[in-house]
């Protein structure tokens, strides 16, 4: 047993650590507390989105993601969804329901709120960072290309943000589990803020794995339209988003010198419907 493990097991008045999942930020467990099973995230040295993450799970206080329960700067003790992840729907063949559910996790995330957006959390101008640097490199060798295009529908879309909100920044099927009392919850956000179509743009990439299933224009075209109804927001607007974002993801990729096949066809295949986006 680590050292910190065993500390906070104290601290926390702890027991029955189960192993859950180890990523490069933390390192995830099952814990029982005061009867209840809990998950317990104890922090990598590198785990500094992880703190802006719980920021945001403090701010949405239950509301549509799992109630941050305890926490300090080294440490996360959160509420445990043990139900099944939306995978698992879209591989039944249904993909619009897990898409309407997305919606209203969403819905909930960003429900207007009685207090400040909280300081520490990322603005999406500084999170788009890698698409503008790739962007101008492209530019500099006199190129016109998705990354450049992009960079400059970006810098208007964020220009003028609407309904700024405090945002999840990961939203995905692997993101929302099912809670046997409170429903659907989102949680691993990434503790962003900014305009709250971005948050519906990740979701339309995934599931991971299925590239069947995401690189299909009429399914982006099918699915967008479902968020964008349920959020309240124009088609449009959602596309715009949901491209931008994966040339941000396809830039993500380049920078660690590997080939974003999936992220540039996605974008392809949503750029010719991008024509009529209102700023």
């Known amino acids: 047993m680590s050292n910190a493990l065993n500390f906070y097991l104290q601290k926390w008045d702890l027991s029955d650590p189960q192993m859950l999942a180890t990523t490069i930020t933390s390192h995830v467990y099952t814990v029982t507390s005061a009867g209840e099973r ?3 995230k104890l922090l990598t040295e590198i785990g500094t989105e992880e703190r802006q993450g719980a920021t945001a799970l403090h701010y949405f206080d239950g509301y549509g993601a799992v109630h941050l329960l305890r926490e300090d700067e080294q440490a996360h003790l959160l509420e445990y969804a043990v139900g099944d992840n939306l995978v698992g729907l879209v591989k039944r063949g249904q993909d619009d329901e897990a898409t309407a559910i997305i919606g209203d996790v969403l819905n909930q995330l960003h429900q207007q709120r009685d207090k400040a957006i909280p ?7 500084k999170w788009f960072r890698s698409l ?3 962007a101008e490199i492209d530019q500099s060798e006199g190129l016109n290309t998705i990354y450049t ?14 309904e700024v909100r405090v945002l999840h920044g990961d ?14 919850l989102a949680f691993d956000p990434k503790g962003l803020v900014g305009e709250r179509t971005f948050d519906a743009a990740n979701t339309l990439c995934n599931p991971m794995n299925m590239p069947d299933t995401v690189e299909n224009e009429e399914r982006i075209l099918r699915t967008s339209g479902i968020l964008a109804e349920k959020m309240g927001i124009e088609h449009s607007r959602v596309l715009a988003f949901v491209y931008i974002y994966t ?3 396809a830039s993500w990729f380049v920078e660690g010198g590997e080939n974003p096949v999936q992220e540039v066809t996605i974008a392809a295949l949503i750029e010719p419907h991008l024509r009529h986006i209102s700023f």
């Open 119 to 125: 300081d520490g959390l990322s603005p999406l101008n």
């Open 38 to 40: 809990v998950i317990l």
């Open 247 to 249: 040339c941000l993801s």
């Open 171 to 184: 939203i995905h099927h692997e993101n929302i589990r099912h809670h046997p009392q409170r429903g659907y």
């Open 149 to 162: 295009r992009a960079a400059t529908l970006a810098e208007k879309l964020l220009a003028q943000n609407r």
């Open 132 to 134: 503008y640097l790739k």
